[in-house]
């Protein structure tokens, strides 16, 4: 999977802001300017896009994995080399590590994306490469998982319309009314049929 996509929906999905960001690359000793970041924060058709390389991915999970668990004492943040891939197994691996998740946690994660998996086969993602049942994630299988973890974490992203309405202190969104449409015709909408107003 695109690393870019990786970050940007990582980052979404745990509300970091740009602020966050710098801080948790400085976790594990990288100066990430501001600029660079925006520019690997972009998708691919848009101006000033950057590819997200694997070192830079990789630093920024094991910097999660410090701010969410702390900082082992004597080990290192050990840094890709030059042309050393960062595999959907690896980056699974750290999002687990980095938010204490377990077999069921991932599992129930993917459900919320309506993506099934067995404990066998999740397992397998986290076998050693050269184990006979290891086996390689998919880029559907981490884009779901992100996704899973965007409607875990902010379910209020996920909502239909009504849901999402922004509410004056004091009103509920059982009392919240839909706009009514300027069109003398019936009109559908998210919030249902708007029928034509009385004069």
């Known amino acids: 999977m695109i690393h870019n996509d990786v ?3 990582l980052r979404y999905a ?11 690359f400085k976790l594990v000793d990288y100066d990430m300017e501001i600029g660079y970041l925006h520019s690997i924060m972009k998708k691919e058709d848009e101006e000033g896009y950057l590819p997200c ?13 410090i701010k ?7 080990s290192t943040p050990q ?3 030059a042309g050393e891939r960062l595999s959907n197994n690896e980056v699974l691996r750290k999002i687990r590590i980095a938010m204490s998740f377990k077999d069921d946690d991932m599992i129930e994660v993917l459900k919320l994306a309506n993506f099934r998996m067995s404990k066998g086969e999740l397992s397998a993602f986290f076998r050693k490469p050269d184990h006979r049942n290891y086996k390689p994630a998919g880029d559907q299988v981490v884009r779901n998982f992100l996704q899973g ?5 902010r379910p209020e992203s996920t909502r239909q319309a009504p849901n999402t309405a922004k509410n004056k202190p004091g009103q509920s969104r059982a009392n919240t009314k839909p706009v009514q449409s300027k069109k003398s015709t019936p009109t559908n909408s998210v919030w249902g049929k708007i029928e034509k107003p009385k004069r």
């Open 79 to 81: 840094v890709l080399a």
């Open 7 to 9: 970050l940007r929906r």
């Open 68 to 74: 969410n668990r702390g900082k082992q004492e004597g």
């Open 53 to 65: 390389r694997d070192k830079l991915i990789a630093l920024f999970l094991d910097g999660l994995i």
């Open 14 to 24: 745990l509300a970091i802001n740009d602020t966050a960001a710098i801080s948790i």
């Open 149 to 153: 973890m965007v409607k875990k974490y």
